[in-house]
């Protein structure tokens, strides 16, 4: 059973950086690892994924430049740094996992499971 757990989260100004971390238990594999968010009357979408085999990195456009996905092998963690925080970014956050390889576009990234989420909440 894949176990993910998020935490990070917070309220900051805009411009302010946060990053989110997510535990994985059990460790990496070669499966899809991503964050995605939902902002209240919105649709979830991903943000960021990454390929633990090989590094590949993947970005949504709104977050290109700003954020940047990594991952520790050695502590099974994954994260998400995210600066230059805009109000928009503000949502609930979700570390997930699954499938094999990601897929080019975070669009057809399905997880099959998913951590209980953390908020981050950007104010002007």
């Known amino acids: 059973q894949v176990q993910l757990v998020e935490s990070g989260g917070g309220s900051v100004q805009a411009g302010r950086s946060l990053r989110l971390s997510c535990v994985r238990s059990p460790p990496f594999s070669d499966r899809c690892m991503g964050w995605f968010r939902q902002a209240p009357g919105k649709e979830r979408e991903g943000v960021a994924a990454i390929y633990p085999a090989y590094g590949h990195t993947y970005y949504a456009d709104s977050v290109k430049g700003r954020f940047t996905i990594s991952l520790d092998k050695g502590t099974n963690t994954l994260y998400l740094q995210m600066n230059s925080l805009q109000p928009d970014d503000t949502a609930m956050y979700y570390c997930?996992?699954?499938?094999?390889?990601?897929?080019?576009?975070?669009?057809?990234?399905?997880?099959?499971?998913w951590g209980q989420g953390t908020q981050v909440t950007v104010s002007t």
């Open positions: 997930a996992t699954g499938g094999g390889g990601c897929p080019p576009t975070l669009a057809y990234f399905h997880p099959a499971h």
